[in-house]
């Protein structure tokens, strides 16, 4: 087990909560002159296209587009969880659905409980990936309630040998049926969960480029590259006009 592996599979749930929210100061320039919409080929939509990037991230979109957003997200982050609720439908339908702005999710992993579900989001076809992110963070407290009131047995699955520890996670926060109900079945959950290559790939992802990167918190986003001084839709929204998409 990797030192970045084992740190996440013991992260305290506090932890992971005192990450979120904190963001990022600006770096470089974010400004440009406006760019014009880009027809998406016929028949098709950006929204509708889906790239999984060297990044481990996964990107809708149009691949070429001039603007390139980032966010580094955890799921279980209520801040990132109030910037799905306000931020992705107008993102998706004005900004990358114009050609202008792709858009690229990439997981940040806050403890146990956060890459089991990172790593659940990404057991369906690529395109669920973050339809299933977005609907958990629309059910966050339901999701979380069940592994923060059973925080002994949540201590006794990481215990279990690692092709076990996150499959009896997911039993403790009930999280088979919760992804059942969205098309994800509990036996593909279940053979994601313990495929310890796997699972250990996005926390080593989530800490290299953590420090790569500088990401300090969740949300953070990056546009061409450069962090934005944004955790909410609010103020995010203007900075993308910023950059051009206008």
């Known amino acids: 087990m990797t030192k970045t592996l084992r740190f996440a599979l ?3 749930i506090a932890l992971a909560l005192a990450s979120c929210g904190s963001g990022a100061d600006e770096t470089g320039e974010i400004a440009g002159e406006a760019i014009a919409a880009i027809p998406a080929p016929d028949g098709t939509e950006w929204r509708d296209m889906v790239t999984v990037t060297d990044m481990d991230g996964y990107m809708i979109g149009n691949p070429d587009a001039p ?6 997200a955890s799921l279980t982050c209520p801040t990132c969880a109030r910037f799905a609720e306000e ?6 339908s004005e900004y990358v659905n114009s050609g202008r702005v792709s858009f690229e999710l990439r997981n940040q992993i806050h403890g146990p409980h956060d890459l089991a579900l990172a790593t659940m989001v990404r057991c369906a076809a690529d395109e669920a990936f973050i339809p299933l992110s977005d609907q958990v963070f629309a059910n ?3 999701v979380l309630t069940p592994i ?5 047995a949540v201590e006794q699955s990481l215990n279990l040998p690692p092709e076990e520890r996150l499959v ?3 039993e403790v926060g009930g999280f088979y049926d919760f992804f059942a109900a969205r098309g994800l079945s509990e036996d593909q959950a279940r053979q994601c969960l313990a495929d310890t290559d796997a699972y250990s790939k996005i926390a ?19 546009i061409n590259g450069n962090h934005a001084d944004a955790n909410t839709w609010a103020a995010l929204e203007p900075i993308l006009q910023r950059a051009g998409a206008r």
């Open 140 to 142: 966050q407290q339901q």
């Open 168 to 170: 009896r996670l997911a």
């Open 67 to 72: 603007i390139k957003l980032v966010e580094y």
């Open 148 to 152: 923060f009131e059973n925080q002994a």
């Open 10 to 12: 013991a992260a305290p």
């Open 87 to 92: 931020g992705m439908e107008p993102l998706v």
């Open 204 to 222: 080593d992802n989530s800490t290299k480029q953590s420090d790569e990167l500088d990401i300090q918190g969740t949300p953070t986003f990056l």
